[in-house]
Nanobody
Framework: QVQLVESGGGLVQAGGSLRLSCAAS????????MGWYRQAPGKQRELVAR???????NYADSVKGRFTISRDNAKNTVYLQMNSLKPEDTAVYYC??????????????WGQGTLVTVSS
């Protein structure tokens, strides 16, 4: 049906940058909001950034001014540009999307997660 595939995670030193990508594929009619969440060891999954179909965005306070979310609707892809990374940004990052399928069914989908490790 609908899949989300993430890429771009890895190991980076504090102060460095990474760019995550998440591409949706399958029987897609329309994608509403897309977002990035993260889960650090021993912690709950939390919202990092979210972008709606009209390009309105919201960010967690901890990443404001450092991370930028964007989307390419033609490619059904959402990006997360992460700058000035800190060790506390270390987590598995998950993509999330609200998708309307060609059968006019609404689905919420998650990616498999990509690990971001920031060394001090």
């Amino acid at each position: 049906q609908v899949q989300l595939v993430e890429s771009g995670g890895g190991l980076v030193q504090a102060g460095g940058s990474l760019r995550l990508s998440c591409a949706a594929s399958g029987s897609i009619f329309n994608i509403n909001a897309m977002g990035w969440y993260r889960q650090a060891p021993g912690k709950q999954r939390e919202l990092v950034a979210r972008i709606r179909s009209g390009s309105n965005t919201n960010y967690a306070d901890s990443v404001k001014g450092r991370f930028t979310i964007s989307r390419d609707n033609a490619k059904n892809t959402v990006y997360l540009q992460m700058n000035s990374l800190k060790p506390e940004d270390t987590a598995v990052y998950y993509c999330n999307a609200g998708v309307v399928t060609t059968a006019q069914v609404y689905l919420e989908r998650w990616g498999q997660g990509t690990l971001v490790t920031v060394s001090s």
